[in-house]
C-alpha cells in the first residue's frame, strides 16, 4: 500500500513537532545523572579500579554493573578482584558483574577447562578457592559463567 502525500505530510509535520517539544533524547551529564536507569558497563584495560574511576568521572555517574573479567587459566586474571576494589565499587553503588570464564585467555583452543574436566572435578580446587575470594566480599555479585560456551 501507497502512502500518499496527503498522508505523508501531515506525519512529518508530527515528527518534527516531536522532536522539538521532546528534545534529540540525548541527556547533559547532569540530566542523565538524575535519570533512574541503570546503565551498566565494560572497559578496558578490564578489572582496574583506574579504568573504572576514569569512567565514572567521563560519565558523571557510577554505573549500576561493571563487567570485570575472571579467566580461570589467566596466571594474572584468575582470582576475584581485590576487596578493596568491590569495596570501592559499592560505596558508590556499583554491582560487580564477575565474568567467569573457562579458559586461558591467551590459549582459547586448550582443552583444560572443557565441561567434562569441571563435571570430573578437575578444577574443584580452584572452584573452593574461588568461592572462599567471593564469600569473603560483603555485598551481591553478579556471576557469569561460560558466557563463551563453544
Known amino acids: 500500500m501507497r502512502l500518499h502525500r496527503a498522508a505523508i505530510v501531515p506525519l512529518l509535520a508530527l515528527a518534527l513537532v516531536a ?3 521532546g528534545g534529540s533524547g540525548i541527556a547533559t551529564p547532569v540530566e ?3 535519570r533512574r536507569i541503570a546503565m551498566g558497563a565494560l572497559s578496558a584495560p578490564l578489572n582496574k579500579r583506574s579504568t573504572y574511576d576514569a569512567f565514572v568521572r567521563l560519565t558523571g555517574r557510577a554505573p549500576a554493573i561493571w563487567a570485570l573479567w575472571v579467566g580461570w587459566g ?4 584468575h582470582d576475584l578482584p581485590s576487596l578493596s576494589f568491590l569495596n570501592h565499587m559499592r560505596r558508590k553503588g556499583t554491582t560487580p558483574l564477575i565474568i ?3 579458559i586461558i585467555s591467551k590459549d582459547q583452543p586448550s582443552t583444560r ?8 572435578g578437575d578444577h574443584d580446587a580452584y572452584l573452593r578457592s574461588f568461592a572462599q575470594q567471593v564469600g569473603r ?5 553478579i556471576l557469569r559463567f ?3 560456551f563453544e
Open 19 to 21: 522532536c522539538v517539544l
Open 32 to 34: 542523565a545523572a538524575s
Open 74 to 77: 589467566d596466571p594474572q586474571n
Open 100 to 102: 567467569w570464564q573457562p
Open 113 to 120: 577447562y572443557r565441561f567434562d574436566t569441571i563435571v570430573r
Open 137 to 141: 566480599y560483603d555485598g551481591p555479585i
Open 146 to 148: 561460560a558466557h563463551e
